[in-house]
C-alpha cells in the first residue's frame, strides 16, 4: 500500500516553455500531498503543499505564479514550471500523506527536470 | 526556526558491519521519520517513531525515538551493499499539514 506515482520521470525542455508534473496516490486517498525540490547532493527542499479542493500552501521564497499546483482530486496533484529557466532544472518529489497518517509521508519516485 | 543536524555526512563501512546514524534537533519533536533514498529516486519511509523512548525495528534497521525528543538515531545491522544510499530524518514542522523537515542525510557507502 502506499505508493505513490509520478510522471514524467524526466523531461527535457527548452527554456520559456512549460513543464507539468503528475503526482498520483495510486491505492489510498491523499487530502494533502507536497511537492519538494532537491539540488544534487542536498537535502528535500518543501516548495508547496497541496491540498484537495483548495489553494496551494507555498514556502516562502517559492514563487507562486511560476509554480502552479493543482489538486484536483484525492489521488492527482499537479506541478506545472511555468516558463522553465536553466535554474529551475532540478529533481522534483512529491509525496502523500493521507488521513490518519501520523505525519508519514509516502514519495512518488521523482521527476528529473532539465532546461536547456 | 527548527533545523535538524544530521551526523555523519557520509560514512564507509565494511559489509557484515553494523551502523549508526544520529538525527538531533534543535527543538522537540512529536515524530521522527527515517527514509532511505537510492540514486534518481524518491525517499522511501523505513521507520516511523512516534513516542519518546520508542525502539522500533524494521529487519535489520532499528531506531529509537530519544527521551529528550531532540533526537533519534539508526542503526543498521550486519551491512549489505544494498544498504548504500542516503538515508535521511525527518520530523514535522509547523501548522497542522504535516509538512515535514528534512536533515541533510547521511551518505552511505558499504565495501564488500
Known amino acids: 500500500g502506499a505508493v505513490v506515482s509520478q510522471h514524467p520521470s524526466w523531461v527535457i525542455c527548452k527554456s520559456g516553455t512549460s513543464v507539468k508534473i503528475e503526482c498520483r496516490s495510486l491505492?489510498?486517498?491523499?487530502?494533502?500531498m507536497f511537492w519538494y525540490r532537491q539540488f544534487p547532493k542536498q537535502s528535500l527542499m518543501l516548495m508547496a503543499t497541496s491540498n484537495e479542493g483548495s489553494k496551494a500552501t507555498y514556502e516562502q521564497g517559492v514563487e507562486k505564479d511560476k509554480f502552479l499546483i493543482n489538486h484536483a482530486s484525492l489521488t492527482l496533484s499537479t506541478l506545472t514550471v511555468t516558463s522553465a529557466h536553466p535554474e529551475d532544472s532540478s529533481f522534483y518529489i512529491c509525496?502523500?500523506?493521507?488521513?490518519?497518517?501520523?505525519?508519514?509521508?509516502?514519495f512518488g519516485p521523482g521527476t528529473r527536470l532539465t532546461v536547456l | 526556526g527548527q533545523q535538524l543536524n544530521q551526523s555523519p555526512q557520509s560514512m564507509f563501512t565494511q559489509e557484515g558491519e553494523d551502523v549508526s546514524m544520529n538525527c538531533t534537533s534543535s527543538s522537540i519533536f512529536n515524530t521522527w521519520l527515517w527514509y532511505k533514498q537510492d540514486p534518481g529516486e524518491g525517499p522511501v519511509l523505513l521507520i516511523a517513531?512516534?513516542?519518546?523512548?520508542e525502539l522500533t525495528s524494521n529487519g535489520r534497521l532499528t531506531a529509537q525515538f530519544g527521551i529528550t525528543r531532540k533526537d533519534s538515531f539508526l542503526n543498521i545491522s550486519a551491512s549489505i551493499p544494498s544498504d548504500v544510499g542516503i538515508y535521511f530524518c525527518?520530523?514535522?514542522?509547523?501548522?497542522?499539514?504535516?509538512?515535514?523537515?528534512f536533515g541533510k542525510g547521511t551518505k552511505l557507502s558499504v565495501k564488500p
Open positions: 509525496s502523500a500523506g493521507g488521513q490518519g497518517a501520523l505525519n508519514e509521508q509516502f
Open positions: 491505492d489510498f486517498q491523499a487530502t494533502t
Open positions: 517513531l512516534y513516542k519518546a523512548g
Open positions: 525527518a520530523g514535522p514542522y509547523g501548522g497542522s499539514q504535516g509538512n515535514l523537515i
